[in-house]
Every structure is written in structure tokens, then in C-alpha cells.
């Protein structure tokens, strides 16, 4: 199956129309990988079961054989069953044709014991207890299994008590069987899309792990929670549990309903960062984390204590889930409608979850409706809420990155902008001196210090636009190259860094240029622009004490004495003999 998320990332990001198409057909081929599946299931649920004719409730003080002889007690025709009572019993009849059962098979939920009674025509009778510690996992996901008393071609029933049953759904599943109901190769085949299913769960987590190195952004992490805790309640829901973890039932009970709580949670969490921001109402994205709380403080405590208020806590439990499901619609519907791209990856991915949350709130609470979980939907929902929120992440992915990448350009420029000279295009002090660390590494080994002569005359003489021209064709003059950067530190002062063993050559040809080059460029002036010099030769053995500031210092006394020297003219000392000036130079000013 390809993974949707290459797609997405492959095609930049696409419209609501395409999203739509390709979670349809994300949901197709979903389909056509589940459909061995629930049709292995539906085989592997043929073996023949006996389901209970009568049932009947009673106290815990009241004995399980009495009750079994008790006719008025049993209910035939009302199959309303209730759990109100701290005793349930079921009454299963065996024909003289049926093959003898086996095993009890019953939907996995707390409970304290069960006691099962095999009565013979004759009245013989047979009995076991077992505690709920000692019962075993059926390769049925989410159902327990329990040995039979011994069967003997004459007996005529079976009573099952269930003392303190917490859910409705382990009376209303219960039957008998004389195999597992998923032996055989279909069970290795269920098994093996099961364990499918939760490999293509993987996959979004690999992909978050390299999304949130590149966005580390909440959403990413809380994405992954959700896949985490859908992986973890298909394992302890499904076939799964019974073939991998071999936990005991109770644990794999309260497991079940702890991790549906934290998969309630994390899904709450990953729409309240996934969403973007300003496209969901604020209380309703306020709301959320409080929904999540309440999702994990549910479920943490009916997984510690089931048996508190047991009669109405399931019922209750289902109940409280209610106003999170009807918020999380809401935020969607709001987020949809405000125009946000995350909320139609989680509308759609979303939709089986929320159908498995009705139909399991509309039976729960429904006294005239068997309780229905649509586990074959839900492993479905698990696997399409995933991949396409998945999607929904690779698509955020790309827009953000998009934005960031506009953002770090525009940065940049600006960045450029504000360390650019915008009247001569060269850089300016701030870049020189942020610069000034990796130059110094690079090798370059002098800086200079350059200001042309009687530059306020030109500008008192002809105007300051005829002094910019002079300046621009002064920059011409430095000629900044591999080995020589230049630099304009305001007015008429220039800055040149160098490199090699002819950096004061390279200073002084430039320098001796500007006349030249200015006259060229501007024609009309009154005299010669020249300019006077100051080089500074810095340590080989590393940045010289004081850094820039000390080096600029230095050239610029340099620059100071040629100016007092009469100007049109360059001054240079080395570090090996400081304030030993000579002159390259000299020329009448």
C-alpha cells in the first residue's frame, strides 16, 4: 500500500477537492485490507455456539444451584439483561444433537468470579468456580475464556454465574463453543492483518520523528501520541493481546480502558495544536485540554475502580464521553467553517471514530438496544484516522515549511539590506564588524583605513548630489575581490580588509586609483579627488588583542598622521613594530 504522506509532500500542498479524493481512496484500499479480515472473522465465528435461552439475577449470598432449580426466577422472553443485581446467571440448553461444548466464551470486562454448572437429565450436577485472576484470554479479541465441567452426552444445561459483571456486554456476548472460534489458518491470517495494521501505524511515526526535527511544533508530538495509543488499543483490543502480551484478563481489561482514554486525550490535544490559529472559536480551542483531562481522569477511574456504583458506572462512564464527542464535533464544524485545511484531514479521518462512538453510545445507553462496540469499525477508524491525519501533517508540513522558508528569505534580505551601504552597494560597519572574526580566520592579515581629501568642499562647491556621485565612483576605485573586501563606514570614510603579502600593494593601487576613476565619472570638478590612507598589519598568530576595535584604532592614527602629513598619501606599520610608520606614498595635497 503506498503511503499517502509521499504523495502529499511529493505534490506540495493540495486543495480541499484533492484532500477529499484522496481520502476516498484511502479509505477504499483501507477497506480492501480490512476486508480479509472481517470476513476471517465471520468464517472463524461459524464453528457452532450456543447462545443462552433464559437469564436470571440474584444476590451473592444467594446459592448457584438453588437459583438453577428456581423456574419462576428465569427470564425467557425478556433478553433486557441488567447488571444491577451482584449476580448474573445465564442458562444454556443443549439439544440432544448439539455437539457437546467446550469452553465458556464471554465479552472481557471486571468482574469477581464466575461459577459454571453442568446439569445432566438425570440431575447429576458438576461444578467449577473460577476467580477472575484465573481466567484466560480467547484468541477472540476481547473475549475471556473458561473450561467447561466435563460433558457428558446427557447433560441437558449449562449455568454460567457472573458475580459482579461491570459491563452488560459480557451477559449479552456470552456463549459456549467446543473450539476457539478462530482456530485454524484463518486465525493466523487475522492475525497477520492485525499485526499489518498496526505496522502501517508505524509508518506516521517514523515520518513525525522527521517532521519534528524539522518544525518542532507541538502538533507533531501529539500526532504520535494518538498513533502511540490507537497501536496500543488494537494490541490489548484485538487477537493481538492473546497471541503477544499473554497478560492476565483483568489486566488487559483495565488496560483497554485506560489507553481509550488516553487515545481520547491525545486526539483532543493534537486538534487543539493542529488547528490553525485564529480558525477555531477560542473557548471551543480552550475547552479541549479540559477534555483530554476528563477523557484520562474517566478512564483512569473506571480502569482503578469498577466496581464502585457498579449498577449505572458503565452507562455513566459512556454517558460522560457524550459532551467530549459533541465538543470535538463542534470544534470541528467551527474549525470547517472558518476555513481551516487541518480540520478537513481530521473531519475525515475522524468520521468512523465518531460513528463507533455513536453506535456505542446510543446502545450503551439504550435499555432496548444490545450493547455494540463495532470493534471491525474501529480497527478501521484506528488505521484511517491515522493515515489521514497523517496526510493532514505532511500538509501543514509543507506549509509551514513554505512560510518558514519565505520568512528565513525574507530575513535574510532584509538582514543584507541593513548591513548594506544603499548609496555605493558596499557593506557597512555593522557587516564589517560582525565580519570582522571569520575575516581574521580566512587569513586576512591588514585593514585600512581610507577618507578622501577636502570631501566637504566638493559638497560645499558643487552640491551634495555631485558628492554622492564622488562617492560611488569612489567605491568603483576600492575594487573588492577575493582578497581585498571593502567596506563604507559613513561620509567620506572607507574601510579595506586584505589578504596576502601584497595587501599593502593591493591598498595602495586603490587608493592611487580613486583620482582617476572619480574624474572619469565626474566630470567638472574644480580639483583632483585624492585621499590619504592608514594601513594596520594584524598578528598571523591569531585576532590581535582588543579585536576590531583595536585594529580600527590603530589605522585610523595611521589615517590621522597622513592626514597631518599633508594628505594624498598612505601610512602603514606592521605588528611587529607598532607606531613604526613609513610612508608608501607621498604626493603634494
Given at each position: 500500500?503506498?503511503?499517502?504522506?509521499?504523495?502529499?509532500?511529493?505534490?506540495?500542498?493540495p486543495m480541499p477537492w484533492t484532500i477529499l479524493r484522496n481520502a476516498a481512496l484511502l479509505a477504499v484500499?483501507?477497506?480492501?485490507v480490512m476486508a480479509p479480515f472481517g470476513s476471517a472473522s465471520a468464517r472463524a465465528s461459524e464453528p457452532a455456539r450456543i447462545e443462552s435461552s433464559c437469564w436470571a439475577a440474584a444476590?451473592?449470598?444467594?446459592?448457584?444451584?438453588?437459583?438453577a432449580a428456581a423456574q419462576p426466577r428465569w427470564r425467557c422472553d425478556d433478553r433486557s439483561h441488567s447488571i444491577a443485581a451482584g449476580r448474573v446467571l445465564l442458562r444454556f440448553d443443549i439439544g440432544a444433537g448439539d455437539a457437546p461444548p467446550r469452553y465458556l466464551f464471554a465479552r472481557r470486562a471486571a468482574l469477581a468470579a464466575v461459577h459454571v454448572l453442568a446439569i445432566d437429565a438425570d440431575g447429576a450436577v458438576r461444578r467449577t468456580s473460577t476467580s477472575a485472576r484465573a481466567l484466560l484470554n480467547a484468541r477472540d479479541g476481547g473475549y475471556f475464556k473458561l473450561p467447561l465441567p466435563a460433558i457428558a452426552p446427557q447433560t441437558r444445561q449449562i449455568i454460567v454465574a457472573f458475580d459482579r459483571p461491570s459491563h452488560e456486554m459480557t451477559i449479552e456476548r456470552a456463549y459456549l463453543a467446543a473450539a476457539e472460534p478462530d482456530a485454524g489458518p484463518l486465525s493466523t491470517r487475522s492475525l497477520l492483518l492485525l499485526a499489518g495494521l498496526c505496522g502501517m501505524l508505524l509508518m506516521p511515526l517514523i515520518f513525525n520523528a522527521a517532521f519534528y526535527r524539522i518544525l518542532r511544533e507541538p502538533f507533531v508530538l501529539w500526532h504520535s501520541a494518538l498513533t502511540v495509543s490507537l497501536m496500543l488499543t488494537i494490541l490489548v483490543s484485538s487477537d493481538l493481546s492473546a497471541a503477544l502480551l499473554d497478560l492476565p484478563v483483568m489486566t488487559l481489561s483495565w488496560m483497554t480502558t485506560l489507553v481509550f482514554g488516553l487515545s481520547v486525550a491525545s486526539g483532543a490535544m493534537f486538534t487543539y495544536s493542529f488547528v490553525e490559529p485564529g480558525l477555531m472559536h477560542p473557548r471551543l480551542r480552550r475547552a479541549l485540554p479540559y477534555c483530554a483531562a476528563a477523557a484520562v481522569a474517566l478512564s483512569a477511574f473506571h480502569a482503578a475502580f469498577p466496581f464502585v456504583a457498579r449498577p449505572i458506572q458503565s452507562p455513566a462512564y459512556t454517558a460522560a464521553f457524550a459532551p467530549i464527542?459533541?465538543?470535538?464535533?463542534?470544534?470541528?464544524?467551527d474549525a470547517l467553517r472558518r476555513g481551516s485545511r487541518a480540520a478537513i484531514y481530521q473531519a475525515i479521518g475522524w468520521a468512523p471514530m465518531v460513528v463507533v462512538g455513536l453506535i456505542r453510545l446510543v446502545t450503551g445507553l439504550s435499555p432496548s438496544l444490545v450493547s455494540h462496540d463495532a470493534m471491525l469499525l474501529f480497527y478501521l477508524g484506528c488505521v484511517f484516522e491515522v493515515?489521514?491525519?497523517a496526510m493532514g501533517v505532511a500538509d501543514r508540513f509543507m506549509t509551514?515549511?513554505?512560510?518558514?522558508?519565505?520568512?528565513?528569505?525574507?530575513a535574510d534580505l532584509l538582514d543584507r539590506l541593513a548591513k548594506c551601504d544603499p548609496l555605493t552597494g558596499l557593506s557597512n560597519r555593522r557587516a564589517l564588524e560582525e565580519h570582522y572574526p571569520e575575516?581574521?580566520?580566512?587569513?586576512?592579515?591588514?585593514?585600512?583605513?581610507?577618507d578622501l581629501d577636502h570631501f566637504k568642499a566638493i559638497n560645499d562647491a558643487h552640491g551634495h548630489g555631485v558628492g554622492d556621485a564622488v562617492l560611488k565612483a569612489a567605491a568603483r576605485a576600492l575594487q573588492p575581490d577575493a582578497d581585498v573586501q571593502a567596506f563604507r563606514l559613513g561620509g567620506e570614510e572607507f574601510v579595506l580588509l586584505l589578504r596576502g603579502d601584497d595587501s599593502y600593494e593591493q591598498a595602495e593601487r586603490r587608493r592611487q586609483a580613486i583620482p582617476a576613476i572619480v574624474a572619469q565619472a565626474v566630470p567638472g570638478l574644480s580639483r583632483?579627488?585624492?585621499?590619504?590612507?592608514?594601513?594596520?598589519?594584524?598578528s598571523r598568530h591569531g585576532a590581535v588583542e582588543g579585536g576590531f576595535s583595536l585594529s580600527f584604532e590603530r589605522a585610523d592614527k595611521l589615517l590621522y598622521d597622513a592626514k597631518l602629513a599633508g594628505r594624498n598619501r598612505a601610512l602603514f606599520e606592521t605588528p611587529e613594530a607598532p607606531r613604526a610608520a613609513s610612508a608608501l606614498h607621498t604626493a603634494a595635497a
Open positions: 500500500m503506498l503511503n499517502p504522506i509521499i504523495i502529499f509532500v511529493g505534490h506540495g500542498t484500499l483501507t477497506l480492501l444476590s451473592l449470598a444467594q446459592p448457584v444451584a438453588g437459583l464527542l459533541a465538543l470535538f464535533i463542534w470544534s470541528m464544524i493515515l489521514s491525519t509551514l515549511k513554505d512560510q518558514r522558508d519565505r520568512a528565513r528569505t525574507e575575516a581574521r580566520a580566512r587569513g586576512f592579515g591588514a585593514l585600512a583605513v581610507l583632483p579627488v585624492t585621499a590619504s590612507m592608514g594601513v594596520a598589519g594584524l
